[in-house]
């Protein structure tokens, strides 16, 4: 019922001839994320110490005097698969009620790693030289990119934007079989077979564009490619950094779901709640394990477990305990 709201889960129940009223399971939801915090904290920091993250937002609405207003879930993914990295991947959502840049900022303020990210302009002042403690490198997404072009060539059959599908394809199919492959052998194969495509596409859009009328939507589809070059180019020398923010779309596409089921979120209380929630959920996810196993069981050993050794608490860790039981 991960995607399913407390309103329903009490519809659900009461069908059953269980009653539960929504506040109360809204307690038992509170109770779990606070019982929680001391892992969430914990992935936090594992979070955090990634050499680079994905970040991205979505909508949720949230209740406010009769009426919702939209409010925004952030996640910031570490996921180091795709480099050969052998850290275990792992989620932190934050919630908060605008999408103003101050929020970045502050779930941000002690990183200064890789960004993957869309060219949403409130992560801007993460890449400022001046920051403190150092700028956040930035590298945008060739998928989101790719979505500009692949919907007018899609529904107008736009030409243009046709080629530069194809011409960009060419780059993810290079790109797919050096997936998790190790960081030298990434940046050599780039050098080698992708540096030369994406030079070609470049000079074709910029030839292309000189001959479009700025209001063209392929013109604005190329600007935005175009006008940031640098953060678009950057995979070609860092073999860490992906072509796509996928991880971090992936990590939002059970709030989408989930929209439909809860409709909104209570509160702001009930929105940070659920940032919480989908911290567990998904970091426990990206690493291979049963979300409702895997808390039901520190759920009941946390308040007995010593606070010196709470990391063995954490989804990685639990499972490599859960394997080595099932195999004695």
């Not at 936090?44 to 979505?58: I, K, N, P, S, W």
């Not at 409130?122 to 890449?127: A, K, P, Q, S």
């Not at 989908?278 to 291979?288: D, M, R, S």
Request: charged fraction near 25%.
């Amino acid at each position: 019922m991960a995607a399913i709201g407390t309103l329903k889960q009490s519809e659900v129940y009461a069908r059953e001839g269980v009653e539960l009223d929504v506040s109360t399971l809204a307690d038992w939801v509170g109770t779990c994320a606070a019982t929680m915090a001391p892992l969430i904290e914990l992935i936090q920091r594992h979070v955090l110490a990634a050499e680079r993250l994905h970040g991205d937002d979505t909508t949720v609405p949230v209740l406010a005097k009769n009426k919702t207003v939209t409010a925004r879930l952030w996640t910031y993914v570490k996921d180091d698969r795709p480099f050969g990295g052998h850290d275990p991947p792992a989620a932190m959502f934050f919630y908060s009620r605008d999408r103003s840049g101050e929020h970045p900022r502050q779930h941000l303020a002690s990183y200064s790693g890789i960004l993957q990210a869309d060219a949403y302009a409130g992560f801007n002042e993460l890449y400022a030289g001046k920051r403190r403690p150092g700028p956040i490198t930035e590298a945008l997404c060739w998928a989101h990119a790719r979505r500009k072009f692949f919907v007018l060539a899609d529904l107008r059959q736009a030409p243009l934007a046709i080629e530069a599908v194809r011409r960009i394809d060419e780059i993810f199919a290079i790109e797919r079989e050096i997936n998790s492959a190790a960081i030298e052998w990434r940046v050599a194969v780039r050098q080698r077979r992708i540096k030369p495509i994406v030079g070609d596409l470049e000079q074709w859009m910029r030839t292309e564009r000189a001959r479009l009328s700025r209001h063209a939507e392929t013109a604005k589809a190329m600007n935005y490619m175009l006008k940031r070059w640098p953060a678009f180019t950057r995979f070609l020398d860092d073999g860490r950094i992906c072509l796509t923010n996928n991880a971090a779309e992936r990590a939002l596409r059970g709030i989408a779901i989930g929209r439909k089921a809860w409709l909104f979120a209570g509160s702001d209380r009930g929105g940070e709640r659920a940032a919480s929630m989908f911290t567990l959920i998904e970091t426990a996810k990206l690493n291979g394990i049963d979300p409702q196993a895997w808390l039901a069981d520190v759920l009941r050993r946390i308040a007995d477990h010593p606070i010196s050794r709470l990391d063995q608490l954490l989804p990685w860790h639990w499972k490599n305990c859960a394997n080595q039981a099932a195999a004695a």
